[in-house]
């Protein structure tokens, strides 16, 4: 394989991507809301609500499910905070925990919807399938398109997070207190796992549709596992920590691989020529 030949088919679909309004607006708008604009609401809420805060009320209503399946350290961290503080720690680093997993199945499959659909909406697939590079180089170009950006704007997403939750807690929190392992875990192991998973479903579904609107509607349901994840920890049926974090790192993991093995399998570019 000429990597070469795949660095040039990736660099070509993340300038397309730079270009199109449609594709790197949400890529900015959503990663923006979601760990900013709304972790900052959560840290912000007790200032809105000080009478239920103060009897705690607000805490045994929302988290009351969720307290009994966290670990005794956590639980004994807790009784050492007052209401206003149990909230934002618990807010910010478990409960919005799952959520941060939108982000890389979201971005992965925006630019790999894009991939095929994209191409071929613009006119422009029919020209790159008789350039003379291999089926595995054009597949791995289009792969690591999607990959790499994902990654990279997760990680910023989480930075922009650390700042915005640091910065709007400090102060109630008397110090920088997020992110903890779990976190970290997270964002290094599991997040790359999910946008790989994302990744493999999508390119299987955009080298078939025939737009990209199409390609990412019929993606759009692989946020249905992050929401069961906040689901489940808030009815108290698991603790999002780093044991749960690794075995769905191996699970997203090997589902990601599988299926981008799968979908390099049964690429081939006399198929996608007959359907333009």
Not at 30 to 57: I, N, T, Y
Not at 233 to 238: E, H, W
Request: hydrophobic residues 60%.
């Amino acid at each position: 394989m000429n990597w070469q030949v795949v660095h040039a088919i990736m660099w070509k679909d993340i300038h397309i991507v730079r270009t199109n309004r449609m594709v790197w607006v949400p890529m900015i708008v959503v990663p923006v809301f979601l760990m900013a604009l709304l972790p900052l609401g959560l840290v912000l809420v007790p200032r809105l609500a000080p009478a239920e805060f103060a009897s705690g009320e607000m805490m045994a209503e929302d988290f009351g499910a969720m307290l009994t399946a966290l670990p005794d350290g956590i639980r004994q961290r807790l009784v050492e905070m007052d209401p206003t503080q149990q909230w934002i720690y618990l807010a910010t680093t478990h409960v919005f925990a799952p959520m941060f997993l939108i982000l890389p199945i979201m971005l992965s499959s925006i630019v790999a919807s894009d991939s095929f659909a994209g191409e071929r909406e613009r006119g422009t697939l029919e020209p790159l399938l008789y350039t003379p590079v291999s089926e595995g180089e054009l597949f791995a170009g289009k792969v690591l398109a999607a990959l790499v950006p994902a990654t990279g704007l997760g990680l910023a997403a989480f930075a922009l997070n650390v700042v915005v939750v640091n910065a709007a807690g400090y102060g109630p929190m008397g110090g920088v207190f997020f992110p903890d392992t779990a976190w970290i875990l997270m964002v290094l192991l599991l997040a790359p796992a999910c946008a790989l998973f994302g990744l493999g479903v999508t390119v299987l579904i955009s080298s078939k549709a025939k737009t990209v609107t199409g390609a990412q509607q019929a993606s759009g349901a692989l946020v249905l596992p992050v929401v069961l994840l906040v689901v489940g920890q808030l009815a108290g049926a698991f603790y999002f920590g780093s044991r749960v974090i690794l075995l769905a790192t191996i699970i997203a993991g090997g589902l990601g691989v599988a299926l981008v093995w799968l979908g390099a399998r049964t690429f081939r570019r006399g198929e996608l020529i007959a359907r333009i």
